[in-house]
C-alpha cells in the first residue's frame, strides 16, 4: 500500500534526450509536488499542484514541465536533459495548506543520472 | 525570507548517547517549523512539527525538539541514539502566505557507532 510512488526509480539517460518521471499518491491528497536533490543532499521544490491547478513554479528552467491529468497524479517532463540535471527528484503530497492535517508525504525518489 | 540554517553537516554520536541537531530559522512572522528524516535510498519522512502551540514538540522515534523564539532556535534531540537513527535529518520552515512551500536546511547527517 505505497502512499505516495514514483516510477521509475533509477534512470540513466543521454544528455541531449527527453525524459519523463511519473508520481501517483493514493492518500486522497488535494496537493502534489516535485522537489530536487543535488548530490550534496540540499532539497528544493521546484512545483506544486493543487487540484491539477499549478500553484508554486519556482525558478526553474522551462525544459521541465509538470503535468497533472488529475489531482492523483503529477508527473514530470523534462526535455533536453543536461549533465546538471542529475539529481534526486521527489514527488510529494498533501492536503491544502490550512487544512488540519497538512503534512507532506514524500515518494522514494528517482535518481536521474544524465551522462 | 524565511530561512533555517543546521549548524553541523555531520555529527556523530555512540550508540546510547544524547542526540542533538541543530536548527536556526529567521522569520518575521511566526513560523511553522518541521524535522524530517531521510534513511539511505528512501524519501524523507516527517519527525515532527511546530505550529504555534506547546513550544515542546514530540515526535515519532523518541525525538523531541523545543521551539525557543528568543534563540530562534528548533533544535531536535533524543536521550538515548539507536543505531536505527543513522540517516540524514533536515530542518524546513514554512513560507507564510499559503500554498505549504517548505524550504529545507541543507541537512545534517547522523552517524551513530557502537
Known amino acids: 500500500d505505497t502512499a505516495v510512488s514514483q516510477t521509475p526509480k533509477y534512470l540513466v539517460t543521454q544528455m541531449g534526450n527527453d525524459k519523463s518521471i511519473k508520481c501517483e499518491q493514493n492518500?486522497?491528497?488535494?496537493?502534489m509536488y516535485w522537489y530536487k536533490q543535488d548530490s550534496k543532499k540540499f532539497l528544493k521544490i521546484m512545483f506544486s499542484?493543487?487540484?491539477?491547478?499549478?500553484?508554486i513554479n519556482e525558478t526553474v528552467p522551462n525544459r521541465f514541465s509538470p503535468k497533472s491529468p488529475d489531482k492523483a497524479h503529477l508527473n514530470l517532463h523534462i526535455n533536453s536533459l543536461e549533465l546538471g540535471d542529475s539529481a534526486v527528484y521527489f514527488c510529494?503530497?498533501?492536503?491544502?495548506?490550512?487544512?488540519?492535517?497538512?503534512?507532506?508525504?514524500f515518494g522514494p525518489g528517482t535518481r536521474l543520472t544524465v551522462l | 525570507a524565511q530561512s533555517v540554517t543546521q549548524l553541523g553537516s555531520h555529527v556523530s554520536v555512540s550508540e546510547g548517547a544524547l542526540v542533538l541537531l541543530r536548527c536556526n530559522y529567521s522569520?518575521?512572522?511566526?513560523?511553522?517549523l518541521f524535522w524530517y528524516v531521510q534513511y539511505p535510498n528512501q524519501g524523507l519522512q516527517l519527525l515532527l512539527k511546530?505550529?504555534?502551540?506547546?513550544?515542546l514538540v514530540k515526535g515519532i522515534n523518541g525525538f523531541e525538539a523545543e521551539f525557543k523564539k528568543s534563540e530562534t532556535s528548533f533544535h531536535l534531540t533524543k536521550p538515548s541514539a539507536h543505531m536505527s537513527d543513522a540517516a540524514e535529518y533536515f530542518c524546513?520552515?514554512?513560507?507564510?502566505?499559503?500554498?505549504?512551500?517548505?524550504?529545507f536546511g541543507a541537512g545534517t547527517r547522523l552517524a551513530v557507532h557502537p
Open positions: 492518500l486522497g491528497h488535494d496537493t
Open positions: 511546530y505550529t504555534s502551540a506547546a513550544t
Open positions: 499542484y493543487n487540484n491539477k491547478e499549478l500553484i
Open positions: 522569520s518575521s512572522v511566526p513560523p511553522y
Open positions: 510529494a503530497s498533501s492536503q491544502p495548506a490550512g487544512a488540519p492535517t497538512d503534512t507532506q508525504y
Open positions: 524546513a520552515v514554512r513560507v507564510a502566505g499559503g500554498y505549504n512551500k517548505l524550504i
